[in-house]
T-cell receptor, first 114, second 116 residues
Framework: DSGVTQTPKHLITATGQRVTLRCSPR?????VYWYQQSLDQGLQFLIQ???????AKGNILERFSAQQFPDLHSELNLSSLELGDSALYFC?????????????FGPGTRLTVT | AQTVTQSQPEMSVQEAETVTLSCTYD???????LFWYKQPPSRQMILVIR??????QNATENRFSVNFQKAAKSFSLKISDSQLGDTAMYFC?????????????FGKGTRLHILP
């Protein structure tokens, strides 16, 4: 158990819908990362937050957005869902940023778009 | 842009044997971090081992060790005395040092089967 929690574990929804994935980092961690793992694209970095502020963006679609709240939990919002958005979405957290701190991964949320 | 290449999509070895997973990467950075992550059937991502590019000594963690060749941009993982529980997908990964972001760039993975 990494100490990072993600809810829900599984999510099945239809095309065009909107979903919210939630992540609670390890106690004391200030950085939160979101990654997408799909069969065709592999594991890809989506976005990073550090202490409530967006730090970096990766291959995140405009239909996707995220935020980190004052209590440091984070939410990833996916809208206008397409079949290709079906993937495993990981949240990771680390204590800081910039010097290769270990990122601890949550168990992931499996999203299935039908 | 940084890239990570794992040339072995799948490997199988007998239990108790030693296996080496290959990884090469491309970067113009001098300081960076390299990782091997394990993803068992449970899908949990688990850090196996970490190497800092400025350290010449190869990292080791129990049965896991790396062969880090900075000039060749090679970072292979050796698993000694392999166990059934080592069956998993293994990802080689790269992170810049002191960058604005800490994004990890992953390779496509090597699926490792440990056979009884």
């Amino acid at each position: 158990d990494s100490g990072v929690t993600q809810t829900p574990k599984h999510l099945i929804t239809a095309t065009g819908q909107r979903v919210t994935l939630r992540c609670s980092p390890r106690s004391g961690d200030l950085s939160v990362y979101w990654y997408q793992q799909s069969l065709d694209q592999g594991l890809q970095f989506l976005i990073q937050y550090y202490n409530g502020e967006e730090r970096a963006k990766g291959n995140i679609l405009e239909r996707f957005s995220a935020q980190q709240f004052p209590d440091l939990h984070s939410e990833l919002n996916l809208s206008s869902l397409e079949l290709g958005d079906s993937a495993l979405y990981f949240c990771a957290s680390s204590v800081g940023t910039g010097v290769g701190y270990e990122q601890y991964f949550g168990p992931g949320t499996r999203l299935t778009v039908t | 842009a940084q890239t990570v290449t794992q040339s072995q999509p799948e490997m199988s070895v007998q239990e108790a044997e030693t296996v080496t997973l290959s990884c090469t990467y491309d970067t113009s950075e001098n300081n960076y971090y390299l990782f091997w992550y394990k993803q068992p059937p449970s899908r949990q991502m688990i850090l196996v081992i970490r190497q800092e590019a400025y350290k010449q000594q190869n990292a080791t963690e129990n049965r896991f060790s790396v062969n880090f060749q900075k000039a060749a941009k090679s970072f292979s993982l050796k698993i000694s005395d392999s166990q059934l529980g080592d069956t998993a997908m293994y990802f080689c990964a790269f992170m810049k040092h002191m960058n604005r972001d800490d994004k990890i760039i992953f390779g496509k993975g090597t699926r490792l089967h440990i056979l009884p």
